[in-house]
């Protein structure tokens, strides 16, 4: 069974940092892509990153370009999220996914994604 583990959230002063990591079990993902999505309340789960486990390629939605970081540690089947100058409005829920399908691109929209984390919360405050 595929299970994913999100831990890392927390609360944090604008212009802060954290680091998420998810943390991935039940087999390999290597050659898959690893997708960072957020929801703030009121509103639907949205892409924020994607990380393919090669480290062939990361990539970035516009707002958090420059400001994360995706990563991935393929022997501890471990990715990370790097979040700095973190701002009021990156508060969400955080997820991560799994990707079980070859792309030559990642993802960015949920239905593409097969497993999914129980999500952490992130509360960036002003």
């Known amino acids: 069974q595929v299970q994913l583990v999100e831990s890392g959230g927390g609360l944090v002063q604008a212009g802060g940092s954290l680091r998420l990591s998810c943390a991935a079990s039940g087999r390999t993902f290597s050659g898959y892509a690893m997708g960072w999505f957020r929801q703030a309340p009121g509103k639907e789960r949205a892409f924020v990153a994607g990380i393919k486990w090669s480290g062939a390629g990361t990539y970035y939605v516009d707002s958090v370009r420059g400001r994360f970081t995706g990563s991935s540690d393929n022997a501890r089947n471990t990715v990370y999220l790097q979040m700095n100058s973190l701002k009021p409005e990156d508060t969400a829920v955080y997820y991560c996914?799994?990707?079980?399908?070859?792309?030559?691109?990642?993802?960015?929209?949920?239905?593409?994604?097969?497993?999914w984390g129980q999500g952490t919360q992130v509360t960036v405050s002003s």
């Open positions: 996914a799994a990707d079980r399908t070859f792309r030559p691109v990642v993802a960015t929209t949920v239905y593409d994604y097969d497993y």
